[in-house]
């Protein structure tokens, strides 16, 4: 491995540990946002174009939420750049893997539960980019950084919805 996919591969590592410290803090999107940056300069070096797409849909949601635009907002941009995203897929001939589609509704999930702090959906959105992310790694190794994290976003999720009911 070259040393300069080890310098990234890091960066993306960091990313996702920054993220995942945003799920024990009470105000959680300047983490999200920091990793989500992080892993998106790590998705742009390996040219990962669904987690690319991922990154920015994010941050675009969590931006929205630390600039204070209310919740319908937060929600609506991300589930707008969803379907922009398949659009995108689907002219360029390259929807035709269920798992992808499956990987684009995790998005908008994922946004969706972080935007109303809904655990069901967040464990969705996470379970979904996680099954997309770890089929994915069979040809980009990388993608495992996503499949992990996300991983321990379901199982955190998953925790706080059969311990706390929430």
Known sequence: ML?????????????AFISLIGL???FAAIFYVIGSTLLLITAIYFKLFYFIALEI????????KLLGIGSIVQAAIPILLCIQLLVFYFLSGQLSNILL???IVGIAAL???LSYEDQRVFFL??????????????KKPPALIWAIMNTIFALTALIRIIFFHN
């Open 125 to 138: 959105g996470s379970t979904a980019i996680a099954i997309f992310a770890y089929s994915y790694s069979y």
């Open 3 to 15: 040393k300069k996919e080890v310098v990234f591969l890091s960066i993306g590592i960091l990313g």
């Open 24 to 26: 024990t803090q009470s």
């Open 101 to 103: 589609i499956i990987g």
């Open 57 to 64: 849909i994010l941050a675009a949601g969590h931006g929205a």
């Open 111 to 113: 946004s969706i539960g």
